[in-house]
């Protein structure tokens, strides 16, 4: 009996240690669904995050809460508030930022981060995603996304549908994306493991708001897509936010970006893609790969031997191209995609994980400097393609 | 006499206790071993393999073994060891419960009443009584089995096994300590052995070395299974909180899935916490048999408070405390079955 009131009692002692802390409703939450970080020329770190605002638009007092430098309203086509601060570094800014908006933020629904490029390409941006990672209750799924001019500017511009989830459109238009194969799907935290790790080296979606300056700098070829990269596509419609082309990360920031074209084949050899739509010469293919695309190396005491074999299924939406001419294309363009991976000493290949098993420990693994050694080597690449004619 | 713990019940609680304290040890305690944490599993396995089968030896060979073994003075000193090292190890799972607590909810909620709540909740389940204990065990144990099917088939294209690769991680100096270190904590079998056996309510003998198999099985797979979702991280930060959210917010576990995997990971911390503190006041009643259950869960709340309230329950402390835990607590025993052997071959060598 005596241990049954005392069990009984503890019940309310739990109660009650908690203290008088106000519950916590949607409504007083402010979950945002979208984070941008640039990097500006003052050396400041403005962010932004994009938040829904629950039974209608922001309210007008949500206007200035931004804090220094901040600023906040709704955008009339959806009901979302975009709130900013800015600060020395992210923790800073973020922290002013947490501090001056009406509600708590909540950062735990994110879909997307946004980098702008001049922020990607510091030697802050490998500091900045650990930060990030770091930070209490960020949503380490939410994609990372590097945008060729302010990256405010791109959340400000993207309207997604509040659906039954909160904003989920965002992840699907994401993933909308990859499967053509034009961008890449990589999570804030994979961004962060990659940088962190032993092994291949991430890379991240490019993205762009309308026609973008910075677009004009890459160094890309005009192909199916007109100039197949984010800021410079050929194309209208009532959303100017742009996703085409990915970057290449080393070291904790990015050194190229790649365009779609060499976008797609990256994806393609990697198997994260499995089909994507071609054009040769004016006419339309799909290509299948027929087995995960084969890469082997063999390693050596002074460098690497790296062979590549592709087998792909070619099937014409109309016409058939010429298999040869068809073959030709493609593996130029998988040889022009790892000379730009080397040339930029990136190996974003998986090609290290392949190596690693040679190794006892992880520290001869990092003496054997393997990625070093694929920069230098010679790949060798086969194309099989098998046309479907049925 | 009623049995105190059934086989089944002590099999299940001394799995989901050790297994899940051995594997937040590798997960969480020790970044350093990459993604080595399944062959420190194998190591600190074969670490303990020796005292789970003098265990097994000394149930085969004698009556009533822990009560032969526990005569004599100096057993009072040993129950009081083995109680100290329960008790830190239920303010080291207190320091990790109430960590993951506010790392997901409780973030406003001050860490002296989280280690509170965790205490009181540990005492509750003694006082509830070990049955019950095992008997959360038991749910415990199939809510994981059936979280583990879940975790498994969702993340399935997550998983990459060349990330196990280098296959010793950091290389064998750096995998060695924290692999006797987790031998200690696995030496948590033996106060439950000897209380169960002492108090002559033990209904299944011989079973220590199947358990042992069960942990490293478990705790193998554990580790795998977490090695293969991500990367190693050598240049990654080795702070616990980094690691908590490797294992709990990694990017690849979509929020759906945590919602399964967070009260299976709860479930297991708090057996893990109450077969603790069980094992602390079942051992200073050996060592003091004329104090009362209430009072001896009384002083054991306030240590395991006492202790989390420290830096007791910090990484390097946990670390050198069962390294030292390790030859404490085994031994005595391993001792104790050698001469039990000498003397059983003595006995039947002609003379």
Same mark, same amino acid.
């Given at each position: ?390 | ?8 019940? /002590?099999? =299940?609680? +001394? *799995? ?6 051995? !594997? $937040? ?5 020790? &970044? ?112 994981? /089995?059936? =979280?583990? +099917? *879940? ?6 294209? !997550? $998983? ?5 690769? &280098? ?112 094992? /602390? ?71």
């Amino acid at each position: 009996m005596k241990k049954l009131l005392l069990l009984l009692l503890i019940v309310p002692v739990c109660l009650v240690l908690p203290g008088c802390s106000q519950t916590r409703q949607p409504e007083h939450q402010a979950f945002a669904i979208s984070l941008s970080a640039d990097l500006l020329d003052d050396g400041q770190m403005l962010i932004a995050v994009q938040v829904p605002t629950f039974g209608g638009e922001a309210s007008p007092s949500d206007k200035g809460g931004g804090g220094e430098g901040g600023e906040g309203g709704s955008s009339p086509q959806s009901n979302y508030a975009i709130y900013s601060a800015t600060g020395a570094s992210f923790p800073e800014a973020l922290d002013l930022l947490q501090s001056t908006i009406p509600n708590t933020l909540k950062l735990t629904q994110l879909k997307s981060i946004v980098f702008n490029d001049k922020l990607a390409r510091s030697e802050q941006f490998g500091r900045v995603v650990e930060q990030m990672v770091m930070t209490y209750q960020i949503f380490g799924a939410a994609s990372a996304i590097m945008c060729l001019g302010s990256a405010r500017e791109f959340i400000e511009n993207q309207h997604p549908v509040i659906g039954v989830r909160l904003s989920t459109s965002i992840a699907s238009a994401l993933e909308h994306y990859f499967l053509g194969g034009y961008t890449t799907l990589t999570s804030l935290y994979g961004l962060n493991a990659s940088n962190k790790s032993i092994y291949s080296d991430p890379v991240i979606t490019v993205a762009a708001v309308g026609e973008s300056d910075e677009a004009e700098q890459i160094k890309i070829e005009p192909n199916l897509m007109g100039n197949a990269i984010a800021g410079k596509l050929p194309r209208e419609g009532s959303n100017p936010n742009q996703y085409m082309g990915c970057a290449l990360v080393l070291g904790g920031r990015v050194i190229d970006i790649l365009d779609g074209r060499l976008c797609q084949w990256m994806e393609m050899l990697n198997a994260d893609v499995k089909s994507v739509n071609y054009m040769c010469d004016g006419i339309s293919v799909q290509l299948s790969v027929l087995s995960r695309p084969k890469f082997d190396i063999r390693l050596k005491p002074d460098g690497i031997d790296v062979s590549l074999n592709v087998k792909l299924l070619a099937v014409p939406l109309i016409e058939a191209p010429d298999e040869h001419v068809l073959r030709e294309k493609i593996k130029g363009e998988i040889l022009d995609l790892i000379d730009r991976c080397q040339a930029a000493g990136v190996e974003p290949f998986n090609l290290a994980e392949l190596a690693a098993i040679n190794f006892l420990t992880v520290q001869d693994f990092q003496n054997y400097h393997f990625r070093d050694k694929f920069c230098a080597s010679d790949v060798a690449v086969t194309v099989d393609i098998v046309m479907d004619k049925s | 006499m009623k049995p105190l713990l059934s086989g089944r019940s /002590a099999a =299940a609680i +001394v *799995f989901l206790a050790l297994g899940t304290r051995a !594997s $937040y040890a590798i997960a969480i305690d020790g &970044p350093q071993l990459l993604n080595a944490g399944w062959i420190t599993f194998l190591m600190a396995a074969i670490g303990v393999a020796p005292l789970a089968f003098s265990m097994d030896f000394l149930e085969n060979a004698m009556q009533k073994p822990a009560a032969e073994f526990m005569k004599g003075a100096w057993v009072r000193v040993y129950s009081v060891v083995l109680a100290l090292f329960a008790l830190y190890e239920t303010g080291c799972g207190i320091f990790l419960l109430s960590g993951s607590a506010s790392y997901l909810a409780y973030e406003t909620i001050s860490a002296p009443v989280m280690f509170i709540v965790c205490g009181l909740t540990a005492a509750a389940g003694c006082m509830i009584g070990s049955e019950a204990v095992a008997g959360a065990a038991r749910i415990a144990l199939r809510l994981f /089995a059936i =979280a583990v +099917v *879940f975790v498994v088939f969702s993340q399935m294209s !997550s $998983y990459n096994w060349r990330w196990l690769t &280098p296959v010793f991680g950091p290389g064998l100096k750096v995998i060695l300590p924290p692999a006797l270190s987790v031998s200690g904590m696995l030496t948590g079998m033996i106060p439950l052995w000897l209380f169960t056996d002492y108090n002559n309510r033990y209904v299944k003998r011989g079973y220590m070395k199947k358990i042992l198999l069960a942990i490293t099985g478990y705790g193998v797979m554990v580790s795998l299974l977490f090695a293969m979702l991500l990367p190693a991280m050598p240049k990654g930060p080795m702070t616990r909180w980094f690691q908590l959210e490797r294992l709990l917010a990694n990017g690849r576990t979509p929020q759906a899935l945590q919602v399964i995997m967070i009260p299976a990971w709860f479930s297991l911390l708090l057996v893990s916490l109450s077969f603790n503190m069980l094992c /602390a006041t079942e051992m200073l009643g050996i060592a003091f048999p004329s104090t009362k259950p209430i009072w001896r869960i009384g002083i054991c709340l306030a240590a395991i408070l006492a202790i989390s309230f420290s830096p007791l329950g910090t990484r390097p402390y946990i670390e050198l405390i069962n390294l030292i835990r390790w030859p404490v607590c085994s031994i005595p025993l391993l001792i104790y079955a050698l001469i039990i052997a000498a003397k059983k071959r003595k006995a039947v060598s002609p003379a």
